[in-house]
T-cell receptor, first 113, second 114 residues
Framework: DAGVTQSPTHLIKTRGQQVTLRCSPK?????VSWYQQALGQGPQFIFQ???????QRGNFPDRFSGHQFPNYSSELNVNALLLGDSALYLC????????????FGNGTRLTVT | EDQVTQSPEALRLQEGESSSLNCSYT??????LFWYRQDPGKGPEFLFT???AGEEKEKERLKATLTKKESFLHITAPKPEDSATYLC???????????????FGTGTLLAVQP
């Protein structure tokens, strides 16, 4: 049973560029959440997608946007990259309304130079 | 505002030396408190969920407990392979069955020396 998979594992971009990160949820899960984890910090909630709609959003600017596809997979897009966007981006999946814990992928390490 | 504070930031133990990690929280209606383990360069790995004060969960050398204001992760006779960052997170009750976001602490970096 495949868990949460994310791609790519590492990415280097230049300030001002745009980036797209991808996530496939664990089998049987329909809800995808994205988190940003800066070095030495805990993960910070970006947003959550369910039924192809953004359901909740954390304190992140509109440069951060996302999408969920009919097969429940998801993308995170970040426009106009800043140096401060360098972080580990984690995708987590769950079943809506289910009291099971979030399952995390191993993340995408984004470096902005 | 929902908030999680973990202490200590870092902890170094000798193999076999038991200790506890602390997680203090404030949340508007707790649905669950979660403990995760995170190895370098990896995503968080789920350990425990606690739902109400007085609840305890155990897994191998780890035991998690919950009160109305804090949670403890007790590590009994740790081994070097227990070295990792331990993250605590809370989830507030959602509406209409919605799965709410997790609020994480900054973690405790545990190093167990042989």
């Amino acid at each position: 049973d495949a868990g949460v998979t994310q791609s790519p594992t590492h990415l280097i971009k230049t300030r001002g560029q745009q980036v797209t990160l991808r996530c496939s949820p664990k089998s049987g899960h329909d809800t995808v959440s994205w988190y940003q984890q800066a070095l030495g910090q805990g993960p910070q909630f970006i947003f959550q997608y369910y039924e192809e709609e953004e359901r909740q959003r954390g304190n992140f600017p509109d440069r951060f946007s996302g999408h969920q596809f009919p097969n429940y997979s998801s993308e995170l897009n970040v426009n106009a990259l800043l140096l401060g966007d360098s972080a580990l981006y984690l995708c987590a999946s769950s079943r809506q309304g289910d009291y099971s814990p979030l399952h995390f992928g191993n993340g995408t390490r984004l470096t902005v130079t | 505002e929902d908030q999680v504070t973990q202490s200590p930031e870092a902890l170094r133990l000798q193999e076999g030396e038991s200790s506890s990690l602390n997680c203090s929280y404030t949340v508007s209606g707790l649905r669950g408190l979660f403990w995760y383990r995170q190895d370098p360069g990896k995503g968080p790995e789920f350990l425990f969920t606690l739902y109400s004060a007085g609840e305890e969960k155990e897994k191998e050398r780890l035991k998690a407990t919950l009160t109305k204001k804090e949670s403890f992760l007790h590590i009994t006779a740790p081994k070097p392979e227990d070295s990792a960052t331990y993250l605590c997170a809370v989830q507030a009750r959602g509406y209409g069955g919605a799965t709410n976001k997790l609020i994480f602490g900054t973690g405790t970096l545990l190093a167990v020396q042989p």
